[in-house]
Nanobody
Framework: VQLQASGGGLVQPGGSLRLSCAASGTISRFKTIGWYRQAPGKQRELVATITRGIGTDYADSVKGRFTISTDKANNTVNLQMSNMKPEDTAVYYC?????????WGQGTQVTVSS
């Protein structure tokens, strides 16, 4: 399983950014797929995930601002981030669980700053 994240960058507070994660093979085979992030000096935390047969899950800090979605035609999972805040600054990682094994992408830096 390979996961390739893209779309990170610098955005001003209140701005928007879209992350994409391309998976090798069909994403329908993953039980759970989504995004985590890790800020400097902090532990990696869940941002948003989609679990097959259950639905979506969001961190309280991003509810109402971030939206996770999948594009099965292109085998990607996307994270649309809006009304971004400086505290959203982190390295964002794509994650997928297949056969109970977690897989991670390489991470993409997101910086929210004026």
């Amino acid at each position: 399983v390979q996961l390739q994240a893209s779309g990170g960058g610098l955005v001003q507070p209140g701005g928007s950014l879209r992350l994409s994660c391309a998976a090798s093979g069909t994403i329908s085979r993953f039980k759970t797929i989504g995004w985590y992030r890790q800020a400097p000096g902090k532990q990696r935390e869940l941002v948003a995930t989609i679990t097959r047969g259950i639905g979506t899950d969001y961190a309280d800090s991003v509810k109402g601002r971030f939206t996770i979605s999948t594009d099965k035609a292109n085998n990607t999972v996307n994270l649309q981030m809006s009304n971004m805040k400086p505290e959203d600054t982190a390295v964002y990682y794509c994650n997928a669980i297949f056969d109970r094994v977690p897989y991670w992408g390489q991470g993409t830096q997101v910086t929210v700053s004026s």
